[in-house]
């Protein structure tokens, strides 16, 4: 049996399933059942100054037969006293020992700051987490992801804190923001012990066409929200991925967040280089009950790959993702249609007429569309609309042994480039220069 065990910055889990910091972990009540049900750790509700919610709070996007792909939330911090919220935290804490109480915080002053982590610590917290992801610009009055926007004024907040704090300090981003590892290095110079990401994404999922108020509506009016669910996953892994890469953040344990909802999302996000990762929209959909498939699909992916702890496989992805000039242009893969599971739908003919490289054709008499190599570029597309598992399928048309990058294509002067940093906004990259014939 593998060790689902974490230390997470010193933070002590039996497995890295954590709630988020949201509705899930809103009460003890709440906590405590999650735990019993296999979960953790939990990252409590955001204190600070209680708050007053609207009704409704709650929007989403459905997609086909699929609820909730993508969830829009409006609600604040925590809206009970924060009283009763340490009383409860307190005896979480005497009922389970052994699992992780995360304090999630948001106040403005250092008074505060220092009080509340005061508070969290007499009350039994392991750690604490500071949000400096909420989206919403009301109760936050320059705090939330306002502050991952200023990373000068997020290195002296997070300053404050680490006077304070006698237990691990985590500093969670925001994706609402152009570079993720700009906040992130000013979390480090301001001494935090690890990272989370993401927060929710700001969004508005809707307009009612009847009256034009967008959802979730309150009184017909509406407001800016936060998204989250199945559909920010791949925002919240290329971020994580930018922040286990850089030379200064991926030094740092990383909590990730964002539409986990499977032990295969698990997998994932600690493959980029996550160890403890934190659910709140599935919880809301599935109950928590959904840890028991993420642990034994998790588990079952140990044993299969001969991992036995979390930490054998934490980033192992991570050499893979390479810059777009890195890949190599001499591999060559086309479609291959597997007959006999074709249902005949034409959806890749079509598809890949309108909309890729004619390289798809039909035959008289046979709805089986059929493969003109010679125009195949190896897109990808017809296999992902096809609805038929494994009815199309990508064959390599090379042995892929010589390699032939942009990279090297540059070095070698076939693709002339100059580096410009000012376009870059100081931070480089690699700009093509015009050739010949596109100059004229």
């Known amino acids: 049996m593998p060790d689902l065990s974490i230390n997470f910055a010193g933070i002590k889990s039996p497995n890295p399933f954590w709630l988020a910091s949201a509705p899930p972990a809103n009460c003890g009540y709440q906590v405590m059942k999650a735990f019993d049900e296999g979960w953790g750790g939990a990252v409590w509700k955001t204190l600070g100054v209680p708050v007053v919610n609207v009704s409704s709070r709650y929007g989403s996007v459905n997609y086909r037969n699929t609820r909730m792909h993508g969830f829009n939330n409006i609600e604040l911090i925590t809206d009970r006293p924060l009283e009763d919220n340490l009383k409860e935290i307190e005896e979480v ?50 705090m939330g992801s306002a502050v991952s926007q200023e990373p000068d004024v997020l290195k002296t907040i997070v300053g404050w804190v680490m006077e304070a704090a006698t237990k691990p300090v985590i500093t969670k981003l925001s994706p609402n923001i152009s570079h993720i590892t700009d906040p992130g290095v000013a979390a480090i110079a301001g001494g935090t012990d690890a990272l989370s990401l993401i927060n929710t994404v700001k969004s508005i999922v809707g307009i009612n066409l009847d009256n034009y108020a967008p959802y979730p509506e309150v009184d017909g009016k509406g407001t800016n929200g936060g998204y989250c669910g199945p559909a920010v996953k791949p925002i919240a892994l290329h971020l994580l991925k930018d922040l286990a890469q850089h030379p200064e953040t991926g030094k740092l344990p990383i909590s990730g967040i964002g539409g986990i909802e499977s032990w295969r999302d698990v997998v994932e996000f600690i493959l980029l280089g996550a160890s403890s990762v934190q659910v709140c929209t599935a919880v809301m959909h599935y109950g928590f009950g959904i840890v028991r498939e993420m642990e034994s699909g998790l588990v079952q992916f140990m044993n299969d790959k001969g991992y036995n702890t979390i930490y054998d496989f934490v980033g192992k992805a991570l050499p893979n993702v390479v810059e777009w000039q890195d890949l190599n242009l001499k591999h060559k893969v086309i479609a291959e249609i597997n007959e006999d599971k074709c249902i005949g739908c034409e959806l890749c003919y079509i598809s890949c007429e309108d909309g890729a490289h004619q390289a798809i054709g039909l035959n008289e008499g046979s709805r089986v569309p059929y493969i003109i190599e010679e125009n195949c570029v190896g897109c990808n597309l017809c296999s992902l609309v096809c609805p038929v598992e494994d009815c199309i399928t990508m064959k390599k048309v090379d042995d892929g042994t010589e390699q032939l990058t942009w990279s090297e294509r540059t070095a070698a002067g076939d693709i002339p480039t100059t580096f410009n940093d000012e376009r870059a906004g100081g931070r480089g990259h690699w700009v093509p220069e015009p050739t010949a014939a596109l100059k004229k």
């Open 93 to 142: 804490k005497k009922h389970f020992p052994d699992h992780a109480i995360i304090a999630s915080l948001m106040v403005e002053t250092k008074e505060q700051w220092h009080q509340i982590i005061k508070d969290c610590e007499n009350a039994g917290a392991d750690g604490f987490e500071l949000n400096f992801g909420c989206p919403h610009g009301m109760c936050e009055r320059g």
